[in-house]
């Protein structure tokens, strides 16, 4: 009886010292990391570091994803390398995903790259979380969902951020069709003048990057409009026309005038000969070349002259058109000259600099709504921000 009762002790010890084992073995490690723009272009973004759970099985696309749609919410950011975002995670803690990230920028910044650090972080979607035994928290493969809900996403230069969707409408459609039909919409409903981008996904991944999207539109204090339109195959069924002679309905005339098909190629032409002009004056320029776009600048003035082709808006000349408040210099403004210009003279004046995404909000918002006086009251609008940021 003695010696069996040894031989279940010691098998039981046995039994033990392997669960204990595989236990320890099988265990994986937490990884840190962060998502960032592509390092081809510039600016070059960098997201917060983040948990992106255990070690193994790491299906990162999702979250790429998603901080590209926050990025062009808030940016309006566009990728000229291969791909818009990666999100590398191999540190086993905070710190050492912290110190990866400083060191990589350090890299990018000896490689006259511009850094910014946006406040994003990845959260994880309790349905996509994997079976609890595993402990992983990221997305994993799953029953294969239809990519049949679309959503759709308009400029938001203007300040304004128009949103379709996402809704179910089958995986058949034409995204060009649907691309047309909302921009007849927007046309039609808010005499937006802009260009649109829609697509389509399964039902999850469409609304969290809807919801990046928007994130990325409020964090630079953009008007967000969250539409009712859906898609009619009866009114989308026409080849798209891209308007580039795109203005603001508001500055066009009630009633414009008939002009000859000749007339009108007559005003395109000199319009676009006076385009290397608009631009050359916008880079000299020692405020416009500071926050404006130049080739938007150059865009907006070659709008503007054909549009006021029949009128004196035609032959104004461009440094007193800069300031006329009736010329409407839509997307002149750009997000990151404004940061850069901003994070500058925030580190010359030593001022705090956990108020700068504030003042560069609040900044961008005030010349985008005062395009015609940023020659003449840039200080006093940068002034105002800073005070509204520190009350």
């Known amino acids: 009886m003695t010696s069996c009762l040894r031989i279940v002790l010691f098998f039981s010890v046995i039994i033990s010292f392997i669960v204990i084992t595989n236990s320890a073995t099988t265990k994986q490690t937490t990884n840190f990391g962060y998502c960032m723009s592509d390092p081809g272009s510039s600016p070059v973004y960098f997201s917060n570091v983040i948990d992106f759970g255990t070690n193994g099985m790491i ?8 901080f590209t749609e926050y990025l062009r919410g ?37 490689g006259n790259k511009q850094i910014f650090e946006v406040d994003w972080t990845w959260v994880i979607d309790p ?5 609890p035994g595993f402990q992983h928290r990221m997305p994993r ?9 679309s959503f759709c996403f308009s400029e938001s230069y203007g300040g304004t951020l128009y949103v379709a969707g996402p809704a179910q409408t089958g995986s058949s459609v034409s995204m060009a069709n649907f691309n047309i039909g909302f921009t007849q919409y927007l046309k039609q409903r808010y005499s937006f003048q802009g260009r649109v981008t829609c697509n389509m996904g399964t039902r999850p991944t469409a609304a969290r990057l809807v919801a990046a999207h928007i994130q990325g539109a409020r964090a630079a204090s953009k008007n967000v409009v969250e539409t009712d339109w859906h898609f009619d195959s009866n009114v989308s069924s026409v080849t798209q026309q891209q308007d580039e002679d795109r203005e603001p309905a508001q500055n066009r005339p009630l009633v414009v005038p008939q002009v000859s098909q000749t007339e009108l190629q007559q005003a395109r032409a000199e319009a676009t000969s006076e385009r290397p002009l608009s631009r050359t004056f916008c880079q000299k320029d020692p405020v416009l070349s500071k926050i404006f776009s130049c080739p938007d600048f150059a865009q907006a003035v070659f709008v503007y002259r054909v549009a006021h082709r029949a009128d004196a808006g035609a032959k104004e000349p461009v440094e007193s058109l800069v300031d006329d408040p009736k010329f409407p210099c839509q997307g ?5 000259q404004v940061m850069t210009w901003v994070r500058r003279r925030m580190l010359d004046e030593k001022l705090n600099p956990s108020n700068q995404n504030c003042v560069v909000s609040t900044l961008t918002k005030t010349l985008n709504s005062n395009t015609s006086q940023v020659r003449s009251h840039l200080e006093n609008f940068y002034k105002s921000a800073v005070a509204a940021c520190n009350p």
């Open 74 to 110: 808030r940016f309006e950011s566009r990728t000229t390398g291969p791909f818009g975002a990666q999100c590398p995670a191999s540190a086993y803690t905070r710190q050492q995903g912290i110190a990866m990230r400083r060191d990589y920028e350090n890299q990018l910044r000896q």
């Open 59 to 66: 299906d990162a696309n999702p979250i790429q994803n998603e």
């Open 127 to 131: 349905d996509l979380v994997a079976t």
């Open 332 to 336: 002149c403004v750009n997000g990151v």
């Open 141 to 149: 493969p799953g029953p294969q969902l239809p990519v049949d809900n």
